[in-house]
């Protein structure tokens, strides 16, 4: 399966790095951002790939962790290239943080026929769904990625993404929904 995530920052980068490490070989990841100080926390980059094409960054990280080398394409989505980049895909992720690129690879992806995949982040809440009950939310002024836990959401949404696939589900959480209980 030829699997395209669109946007390696904290949920996809995350993503990405757990896909590999399952032994899933046909990846290819699409972003247009370079590696910054403020990515550490939270994504899976590293001090020495401050500078770097976070798309190259991952390929050298995947293919540390597993000798694996994965496809990439460091670009800006937009409606005009999209169509082009999700075709030849079984299956496109959307882990993309703002409005008009996921508006664009929505269009792109149903007018390519393409399987879509949303997975997106809140400050307290996940979601994991597929394109034909998604709707765009608006881009909002605090960027969730950025707050402290977010690497914790982004991998239960990561789980999420895994039962979607297999189920073919719509799925989403909050941090409020996690049960701790005394033993």
């Given at each position: 399966?030829?699997?395209?995530?669109?946007?390696?920052?904290?949920?996809?980068?995350?993503?990405?790095?757990?896909l590999?490490?399952?032994?899933?070989?046909?990846?290819?990841?699409?972003?247009?951002?370079?590696?910054?100080?403020?990515?550490?926390?939270?994504?899976?980059?590293?001090?020495?790939?401050?500078?770097?094409?976070?798309?190259?960054?991952?390929?050298?990280?995947?293919?540390?962790?597993?000798?694996?080398?994965?496809?990439?394409?460091?670009?800006?989505?937009?409606?005009?290239?999209?169509?082009?980049?999700?075709?030849?895909?079984?299956?496109?992720?959307?882990?993309?943080?703002?409005?008009?690129?996921?508006?664009?690879?929505?269009?792109?992806?149903?007018?390519?026929?393409?399987?879509?995949?949303h997975?997106?982040?809140?400050?307290?809440?996940?979601e994991?769904?597929?394109?034909?009950?998604?709707?765009?939310?608006?881009?909002?002024?605090?960027?969730?990625?950025?707050?402290?836990?977010?690497?914790?959401?982004a991998?239960?949404a990561?789980?999420?993404?895994?039962?979607?696939?297999?189920?073919?589900?719509?799925?989403?959480?909050?941090?409020?929904?996690?049960?701790?209980?005394?033993?």
């Open positions: 399966m030829q699997i395209l995530i669109c946007g390696v920052g904290t949920v996809g980068g995350n993503l990405v790095e757990h590999a490490r399952t032994g899933l070989d046909a990846l290819t990841v699409l972003d247009c951002d370079k590696v910054e100080q403020r990515n550490l926390a939270n994504q899976p980059y590293f001090q020495h790939q401050l500078g770097k094409s976070k798309v190259a960054a991952l390929a050298e990280t995947i293919f540390r962790i597993r000798g694996q080398q994965i496809g990439t394409l460091h670009k800006r989505l937009t409606l005009s290239n999209a169509k082009g980049l999700v075709k030849g895909f079984d299956l496109v992720v959307d882990c993309l943080d703002n409005h008009q690129a996921r508006h664009d690879l929505q269009q792109a992806c149903r007018q390519a026929g393409a399987d879509l995949l997975i997106g982040l809140s400050l307290d809440y996940g994991v769904i597929w394109d034909a009950n998604y709707r765009v939310p608006p881009d909002v002024s605090r960027d969730p990625c950025a707050e402290p836990l977010a690497r914790g959401l991998l239960q990561v789980v999420l993404f895994e039962k979607a696939r297999a189920t073919r589900e719509n799925l989403c959480f909050t941090a409020g929904d996690l049960v701790v209980t005394r033993m």
